[in-house]
């Protein structure tokens, strides 16, 4: 009995062990359309309630303009996805041109649409540049949800609009 009890146990945790380290190098495409860890037993937090925000300092862009945006942090986080979405129809829009070490650009719907983080290392403060499209969109808004541990996230916490 005891054999079978650790083979249960050793076999438990190399799955588990597997399944954690597939997320350890950025959300998976799963997550595109609703910005949601696929953790087992995942708790999402409220977006209301949350430590970390997403701003830019621009309150309006134009067509191919690129825009600085800034993710701050009072606590420490492993994982992330950022994306840019339109007011009107919530749609993934334009791509990311400059991301920080530790992340890498996901392709969702076109090449680095979404950004997310490339290893488990501990962030808090982060610095991207968002490329508009050449053709008018129409207001946006960037998104990040933001994984504290395998098991606390946060998701779709939301900047202020950025009119077009």
Known sequence: RAHIA???WACTTLCLVSYTAAF???ASLSA???MMPRHLRAQLH???NNYVTVHTNMSFYFP????PVTVRSTRDFMGFLLQARKVSNDEIAG???F???GSKLLTCFEDGDSVTHSDKSLKRNLSFV???PDQPIGDIKFFISVVQSYFVYWAKIESAIVAQ
């Open 130 to 132: 968002w490329k508009a």
């Open 24 to 26: 350890s190098h950025g």
């Open 32 to 34: 595109c359309t609703d």
């Open 6 to 8: 650790i083979v249960g």
């Open 46 to 48: 409220s977006p209301s």
């Open 99 to 101: 991301i920080p070490p």
């Open 95 to 97: 791509t990311f041109v």
């Open 64 to 67: 191919g303009d690129k825009v």
